[in-house]
């Protein structure tokens, strides 16, 4: 991927300059039509499609043009450093980023804001998440707090014997999977040592942690591994619901997938079917379809009256919301059940 | 002179051009000095250091290094887990997690063996098992057609490769690298990045989970999967030795021209191995369905990179001709056995990343010590 | 020089073979490579039983018409007859199934290959019954037999392990090997690319036996060598090479190899 991407990169960076020149002049006499760019990671996980789907609905309806850009792979920086000159080169009001690299995209996002544009990171924040002027996104600590109080409360008073196996996302521990981990293990009642990373946690009924890439085959490998390390989990958290479905592959090859909690976090269409087949137990949903549409109204308010979004009060990002998806509520515990979860879906 | 006597009685024994030893008669000092330079030749090996034979070993048998590696390696985990580790489902479960990776990496040997390098191998995997499930699902195909069809994607991805490899002589790694992207694009835009789960696949298609089924032995799980490795394995080991078709994928990767002029088709050799790592490709994929269990079109992106590290790891010597089929899949469980054992060490998956590396590199470096042996 | 004459003169005297009726020949073969004319309607013939030896300057074309000689490359023109029937060569296997075996100057042997390997590299031998058949199983026992059986023919019986890659072989074992390949299928015609370019003295002499051997049995030989004194010392006629096609044919008890030479690079004007 690396190999392919460095030579045309350093070419079109030049071109992207380029064009910008080119460009600035034409911006200035171009007609009143708002432009706003939309970078996402990738353009093949669902859950960006129907973040694409849900900005594209909304910017027709509100007379803004949107141009869309997508990273190559998840993590691919390079790609989106070109969209965002592109977009600045364009004349863009705004852009709505979910950066695949947090730390390495601030640059070109200041750049971006420097020259007049509205910057809204969706779904994960950057770092600082000041480096953005808004952040649309999904309480990720939230939502794996209550994934963890539903597990907890599920397994009653078992749940001070439990055995416990962590699928996060990767080593590099990005903060989106961080954030979930650590709220599940304090909705679960584990102490969190240091909250800014897992795999400090001292708590015995931890097995242990096995990253998973979010998808079927790192699932299945990391659940086989921990269950290598201890035969009796029964509680299994999973970054999302790909992981979680490759991980009851592996509890299925060894019989035990009746007796094992799993829970997650996305609330994609095919995680909310498997919960409702049973595969897991419960599942933290997602709204990327709001973060986009709003997003889209933001820039139309920053376009038109120069108005920047407010943050959700108590929290330095807006809060696009989340809901326990399950068809075993329990006390305690807000949630709705699989047919409301299935309206809501996306992917 | 003292090697005369050996030297015509052999001559004796023939009846071919050797008889004819009488027309050089006139040149009786040629002849001698002939057959000196034929007999002294012959000692050199056994007058060589120990070293020698040592790399002769290993060039005659290139699976054993990376066999010693893996019984060290076994071992080594063995004494830090003892009965964790030594357990009959801990290392048949080693078995289940590289067998996709085993089947992958057996068409990587082959296009390497050729002195070819294939990177779409991961890419049609994921396209085979994608279509696979899409045609059942989409199009509501008979699971066994639809499997069928996933071979012929995979036998088609391959021969594009072979024609522009064999026919036009595009150079193996653009090729390779220009169809991993065509095919992984297609991959996505055919699928919409749609997954099939496992409970669908499972009600309505069983079949194509076959190699998810498993054979026990006590604690021991072979999944169909695993069977389907070994015996890929061992078929192809038993081409490539036993056959004339084997012995001409080594002859072309080790020397094209020379093998094109020993009569050897270098172009219908070259074609059938891509068309052959294409189907294996195939079969990996209706492997990962078996694994997995759903069909997920964002499996299997670390494929091509993962069965390289196989074949090099397994002595497969990348400047092709050398190597076995069955070192690949020793440098594949290599790759297993660090994973596993280092996870249930306790240690940060970075450090099996590091460890493969390192196995990377001194593979490299000992293939080209036993190829020096050549020169 | 006697050596030539002697070996002149028992085929000539024979009989049984008629020494003056083309074998293989070639009438007007033209190579090109994209500019550079490499033959230009160039004329060949090989006569039974001789050792027709192709002498030229570098660049004169000699390789090419080897090449195209033994199927390795095919002429943009010309026609070829073999027995005084029209001939073509596709590839190498081609010629190979015509009789026509090559010695190349690289010698063509695949280094990581066993002896026995390369010796029937592209004529493997399978097993009888089912086991070749269905399974396509080669008889690696047999396929040896028979080539130790060749090189001990040739006096290399000497290279006691027939399972010794090629590349552990000397210079001098590796021409044998790549003789005792073109020798072993029958071929009629052998045709030797410089086979004592890379060789020292007594290997050479080796060859030039291996050479005479040959023909003794009634094969033909086609020598391209820039070694005079080897190819006065073996050769029946000398083809001289210059800017893409025959000049002439000379014998070598005619000429001296300065004269020889001298046509060869154009000093001197062909013999009518």
Known sequence: MKLSAILPARASRAAAAFVMLAMFGAAQTAHAQIGACLITKTETNPFFVKMKQGAQKRAAELGIELNSYAGRIDGDNESQVKAIETCIAGGVKGIL???SNTKAIVPSVQQARDAGILVIALDTPLEPISAADATFATDNFRAGELI????RAAMGSEAANARIALLDLDVSQPSVGVLRDQGFMQGFGIDLGDPNKWGDETDPRIVGHDVTAGNEEGGRRAMENLLAIDPRINVVYTINEPAAA??????KSVGRERDVLIVSVDGGCPGVANIKAGVIGATSQQYPLLMASKGIEAIHAWASSGAKPANTPGKDFFDTGVKLVT????????????????????? | MTDNPQSYRADGDGTGVGTGDGAGAGDGAGAGAGNTVAAAAVHAPAHEPPLWRVRHFFHRHPEAVPLFVLLCSLAGFGLALGGKFF??????????????????????????????????????????????????????????AAVACGFAVGALCGAVNGFLVARVRLPPFIVTLGMWQIVLATNFLYSANETIRSQDIAAQASLLQFFGGKAQLGGAVFTYGVIA?????????????????????YAVGDDPQAAQLAGVSARRVLFSVYILAGLICALAGWVLIGRIGSVSPTAGQFANIESITAVVIGGVSLFGGRGSIAGMLFGALIVGVFSLGLRLLGADPQWTYLLIGLLIILAIAADQWIRALAR | MNATVDSVAPVDAAGSVDSTVALMSARGLRKRYGNVTALDDADFELRRGEILAVIGDNGAGKSTLIKILSGAEQPDDGEMQLDGAPARFDSPAAAHAAGVETVYQNLALSPALSIADNLFLGREIRRRGLAGKWLRMLDHREMERQARRKLSD???????????????????????????????????????????????????????????????????????????????????????HRLGRRLCVIRPGDYSMDNAVAFMTGAKPAPS
């Open chain 1, 327 to 347: 068809d075993r509520p329990v006390a305690g515990v807000e949630s709705i059940d699989t047919d409301q979860g299935t309206a809501l879906c996306w992917g």
């Open chain 2, 229 to 249: 490795m070994v015996a890929l394995v061992a078929g192809l080991q038993y081409a490539l030795t036993r056959t004339a078709w084997g012995r001409h994928v």
């Open chain 2, 87 to 144: 357990s009959p489902f801990a290392l048949t479960l080693i078995l289940q997690q590289v067998a996709v990776v085993g089947i992958v990496g057996a068409a990587q040997t082959l296009v390497i063996l050729t002195a070819g390098i294939d990177l779409s191998v991961g890419a049609v995997m994921v396209l085979s098992s994608v279509v696979m499930g899409q045609f059942t699902f989409r199009y509501g195909l008979p699971p066994a």
């Open chain 1, 246 to 251: 490759g991980a009851y592959e592996a509890l």
């Open chain 1, 148 to 151: 963890g109080q539903w597990a």
């Open chain 3, 154 to 240: 040739l006096g290399l019986l000497t290279i006691q392990n027939i399972r010794q890659t090629v590349e552990t072989l000397s210079g001098g074992q590796r021409q044998g090997v790549a003789v005792a390949r073109a020798t072993a299928f029958g071929g009629r015609i052998i045709i030797m690319d410089e086979p004592t370019a890379a060789l020292g003295v007594k290997e050479s002499r080796r060859v030039l036996r291996l050479i005479r051997d040959i023909k003794s049995h009634g094969l033909s030989v086609v020598l391209v060598s820039h070694n005079m004194p080897h190819v006065f010392e073996v050769a029946d006629r000398i083809h001289i």
């Open chain 1, 97 to 99: 980023i979910t950066p």
